[in-house]
Every structure is written in C-alpha cells, then in structure tokens.
C-alpha cells in the first residue's frame, strides 16, 4: 500500500506542477484553455485517490495528528507532495 501511495503522491504532484505552471499560463495569456481540461480530470482524481490513500495508510504509517496533517496540507501546495515522498514515504 505504501508504494501505490508514494506513485500516487508523485504522480499527484506532476500534475500539479503542470496545472499550475504550464496549464494555466497557457489558459490566461494565451487565452487556450485545452491543457486545463487536459490536465485538470486526471490530477483531480489523483488528488482524491492521495486523500483516500492517506486516510487509509494512516495508521500504518503511525502518523501522528501533526504528521497526518502535514501530510493532507501538503497535497494543496505546489511541490508538496515531493516533501511528503521525502520525509514520510522513504525507506
């Protein structure tokens, strides 16, 4: 379980990365909002997929309160989930 969740928390990510970065500098200046749509559908249901993996792996993982947290708060910033594969997911 530990590893779907650490490709989920990667995969999560990248896509972030491009949504925010690539996707929607295209939709605004360029005025072409194909890469939204295009980006958009996957990285939100990976995004759900990484908050039912890490409810499920919680207990698991022995998270604390705090560490839980972190690890949900990550998945809204950008880079976040990268933290989360470094600090919590490595062996």
């Known amino acids: 379980?530990?590893?779907?969740?650490?490709t989920i928390t990667l995969l999560e990510?990248?896509?972030y990365i491009l949504l925010?970065?690539?996707?929607m500098p295209i939709k605004y200046?360029?005025?072409d909002e194909q890469y939204v749509k295009l980006l958009g559908m996957p990285h939100g249901l990976l995004f759900v997929v990484y908050i039912i993996l890490a409810f499920l792996?919680?207990?698991h993982e022995?998270?604390?309160t705090k560490d839980f947290g972190i690890v949900l708060?990550?998945?809204?910033l950008p880079f976040g989930t990268f933290y989360i594969d470094w600090?919590?997911?490595r062996y």
Not at 1 to 6: T, V
Not at 20 to 23: K, S, T, Y
């Open 1 to 6: 379980m530990k590893n779907l969740f650490r």
């Open 13 to 15: 990510g990248i896509s």
């Open 20 to 23: 925010l970065f690539i996707a």
């Open 29 to 31: 200046w360029i005025g």
């Open 57 to 59: 792996i919680k207990r």
């Open 62 to 64: 022995n998270w604390t």
């Open 73 to 76: 708060l990550a998945s809204i």
């Open 87 to 89: 600090k919590y997911l």
